[in-house]
């Protein structure tokens, strides 16, 4: 009963640093989603992938890049890190995009 | 122009109280409408999809106008429980997907 998995919850790192956020679902979705979230704002969409295959730029792109590895995973990758880039990031998957959303609990990054 | 726009709130209420409040949208094209859930530092949840008819999910009710292109939430007898930031999402039509999230509306309920 897993869901949406994402790892890890918790990151610090150093301005340049690299790292990946991973995203995983259970629930045989199609379309899968990155968005990062601030203080007193919504939700923006980074990334995201309609089916396996495809990957397409949402609100926010800059400083990111995405696999779609398979139908079930989804990764994140942040190639140098700045402290604009401190965030919680959400990963979510629909059956379809225009079906209901389902969130993962979130990796809260911060860049020093 | 923001895709969707919602009224930050807080709206502080006594339980048992009702709680009203609404959220615009910019693309007259929008097809689906939802209202999620995210208390304090979690994942939004999905509360409810909204129906051109309106629907009612226990003491919650959704309304949809699309002339004036607006969703509400309305919340009956309020709970402690109901403490939350509520927060509106739309997308667009056929193969647009993208949804688009309000900041959210911060609902407080007090003993």
């Known amino acids: 009963n897993a869901g949406v998995t994402q790892t890890p919850k918790f990151q610090v790192l150093k301005t340049g640093q690299s790292m990946t956020l991973q995203c995983a679902q259970d629930?045989?979705?199609?379309?899968m989603y990155w968005y990062r979230q601030d203080p007193g704002m919504g939700l923006r969409l980074i990334y995201y992938?309609?089916?396996?295959?495809?990957?397409d730029k949402g609100e926010v792109p800059n400083g990111y890049n995405v696999s779609r590895l398979n139908k079930r995973e989804f990764s994140l990758r942040l190639e140098s890190a700045a402290p604009s880039q401190t965030s919680v990031y959400f990963c979510a998957s629909s059956l379809r995009g225009s079906q209901p959303q389902h969130f993962g609990d979130g990796t809260r990054l911060s860049i020093l | 122009r923001k895709e969707v726009e919602q009224d930050p709130g807080p709206f502080n209420v006594p339980e048992g109280a009702t709680v009203a409040f609404n959220c615009t949208y910019s693309?007259?094209?929008?097809?689906?409408f939802f209202w999620y859930r995210q208390d304090c530092r979690k994942e939004p949840k999905l509360l409810m999809s909204v129906y051109s008819s309106g629907n009612e999910d226990g003491r919650f009710t959704a309304q949809l106008n699309r002339a004036s292109q607006y969703i509400s939430l309305l919340i009956r007898d309020s709970k402690l429980s109901d403490s939350a930031t509520y927060l509106c999402v739309v997308n667009g039509r056929g193969g647009d997907y993208k949804l688009s999230f309000g900041a959210g509306t911060t609902v407080t309920v007090r003993a």
């Open positions: 629930m045989n979705h199609n379309s």
């Open positions: 693309n007259s094209a929008s097809q689906s």
């Open positions: 992938s309609a089916s396996e295959g495809t990957t």
